[in-house]
């Protein structure tokens, strides 16, 4: 894309409303725009940023057979009353409103309650199951405060995933299954690192769930981590009875402040009991099928992605999730100049490789300062000077030790695509 | 996608419950799901379609230029009391709901307020335009009835592409670009043939603004259609002065049933006036920014699809937004039937054909059934009587007069991919 023809503009400064990094950032290198509070539009730059990381959830989710669907905002009250979750005291993060006549409806925070109820229409046998649904879906979350930026939103893209098993053993391979799926999430995204499986709370479910928790001093949570096993457990859940569960010495712990990025949840037959999703097994009884829920926010997992970049040396994008891979500039306004970026524009594009080409009228200091700002891995720069040497100058931003070398194009397109 | 392992079941009859065509096939198909009256969730086959509709409309819009972004739902009563579109007076259709602390929040039915107010950020000079901004994005509005199927929501995907212009003649050239443009979604979607460009009120903004009409008795408006120059004129604007303007005969309309499948609307500088839009001229000169909103409702147009199939003599998806290309039948359950499926199933899928493989334990009645209901365009057969023949017995669905044929699978492969 020509840069000239993006609409979005950075700033010269961080907005002096958010407290969070991701929310300052962003913000001023154009990715996002706050509507208010914890509500945030995406703009081209960071709606293609999250796109990104939305179809490597959907690839992992479709390896482990999940099946996409999309399910509805507005939701009824009678279904909720069901599993005695309409009231605040039970959800205290709802948004309600009213059809014209009156009768209150509300806006999802979750959706256990409609697909288990839609899958009484469709699961009736144990040869319809083992079944996994997921969808991407804005939840709406009602929350008193909201000063995480994209971190914690009162509207926000979320990726969950439901799971229906005949046995106890079937939920557990899958869950197992689903704890790999998203460590390779994670691990595409750039943080599999920093990011620890961590045992939590079970509420009223289980005797623990587990969060996916990412190391970051922007964290709202405490866990406390075993670099041996490379598993963690979250405050709420450090005690005796945890320890030797898992048969680690509160010793070797270490203490971090980590962002939850994903979590996972068995919800035994908590739903299918209320809501009546049964099925016949092999010998024709009736069994109640066990659930599982598996979620991650997917503007939450940017958002964190963005923190735990702004703590290191510059603001670069992992590859597999930038807006772009090069960041192509042409600096000072001479025919040549513009010749030869425009002639490497196309040729990186007919390579299939994605460029944002700064093709505008503009300072190079302007140009370095935006680039900066915006973070794409590779930068490539054309002036007078690259076009006596017959090349282009290159910069692979996301390795701190390399140093920017002139290389013919040809060369730099071999080692991009 | 093996059909055994899809979690949508077809249903024996359509659902008592809805009076819409529409949502009476797609229900029984198993393509969607009534939450409530207006509020459909998408099931896998449904999505499919709707995200082939989607990418259809994005390619399209990309192709004018536009930049792709997603607003918010939630909105702030302040930006829309600048406009006064916050009463139910002047937008009858509000859901309104609260924040914890008891300020009154919107949820979105249009977006022209909180983008204009965005680009007042990012817009400043004539360099900045003419821009063109879209987003495919969930509507929510409060329909006293809602009997439509997915052609009228309470909620709803809408695609909806804002203009941004220097001049009137800059504004009305992209109005001219963006009407060949929806004139190539609705080709690609296959009810070009019905659908025709129509002069209806254009409100407090303009003379007129344009709709697209499908031709169906499924429609709530009513149109005047000009055969020779393929143009019509919504009921509301059929007077002597329209006629005029168009030169049109009276005599020569003639009236049918119609679904506004799109509209198109010069905005004027309603909303860049105020909201402050403005721009500095080449003569450094401050103006307001000329507007136009493009709206297409995805579910709307898929519902659209659904009542123009459905008049016809059985179900059957265009080629270019059916869930799947082939749906691929093995009757009877003998290995050798088993073995040439799957054989076949693979060779399509590699192929690069996108295939509905019926692999499931069920009679030919049942199978036969099922592909009716679910309506995608090539049938491939697969049965001892096949088998015996060396081929696969392939019916191409949407040409009424074309019979089964019996051929060897490559040739089949060839003549779809």
């Not at 909201?146 to 106890?168: A, H, N, P, V, W």
């Amino acid at each position: 894309m020509r840069q000239s023809q993006l609409f979005s503009k950075t700033r010269k400064n961080a907005p002096a409303d958010e407290v969070a990094k991701n929310a300052q950032l962003l913000i001023q290198a154009g990715f996002i725009h706050k509507e208010m509070a914890g509500v945030y539009a995406y703009l081209p730059l960071g709606l293609r940023v999250r796109n990104k990381i939305e179809e490597i959830i959907r690839e992992e989710m479709n390896a482990v057979g999940g099946q996409e669907v999309e399910l509805t905002a507005l939701q009824r009250e009678e279904l909720w009353q069901r599993t005695d979750r309409w009231s605040d005291e039970s959800i205290d993060v709802w948004f309600k409103t009213k059809l014209k006549n009156d009768t209150e409806v509300g806006l999802a925070t979750t959706h256990e309650e409609p697909l288990t109820e839609l899958l009484t229409q469709h699961i009736n046998s144990y040869r319809d199951m083992p079944l996994a649904v997921y969808q991407f879906q804005t939840k709406f979350r009602n929350e008193l405060r909201s000063k995480s930026g994209i971190m914690r939103g009162r509207e926000f893209l979320m990726k969950d995933l439901y799971s229906f098993c005949r046995t106890q053993d079937e939920h557990d391979d899958f869950y197992a299954e689903m704890k790999s799926a998203y460590e390779r999430v994670f691990r595409r995204v750039g943080i599999g690192e920093d990011t620890f499986y961590t045992y939590a709370d079970g509420g009223s479910f289980s005797d623990y769930s587990h969060e996916f928790q990412t190391v970051s001093d922007a964290g709202e949570d405490t866990i406390y981590i075993d670099d041996d096993s490379g598993i963690a457990i979250n405050k709420e859940m450090l005690n005796e009875s945890t320890l030797k569960e898992l048969d680690v010495e509160r010793e070797d712990l270490r203490e971090a402040r980590a962002i939850e990025v994903g979590n996972i949840f068995p919800l035994g037959t908590k739903f299918s009991d209320a809501l009546g999703l049964v099925f016949k097994n092999e010998d024709g009884e009736e069994k109640p099928v066990i659930m599982g829920s598996y979620g991650i926010g997917v503007g939450r997992l940017m958002g964190t992605i963005v923190e735990i970049m702004a703590a290191e040396d510059g603001f670069i994008w992992p590859e597999n999730i930038a807006p772009f891979r090069v960041h192509l500039l042409a600096l000072g306004g001479s025919d040549d100049v513009r010749q030869a970026a425009d002639g490497a524009y196309e040729a990186l594009q007919s390579s299939g490789i994605e460029v944002l080409y700064d093709d505008r009228d503009a300072s190079p200091g302007e140009k370095f300062g935006d680039s900066d700002l915006i973070g794409i891995p590779t930068q490539i720069v054309i002036g007078n000077q690259t076009i006596n040497k017959d090349g282009v100058e290159v910069t692979n931003r996301l390795d701190k030790d390399s140093t920017s070398e002139i290389l013919p194009l040809s060369e730099v397109i071999n080692s991009l695509s």
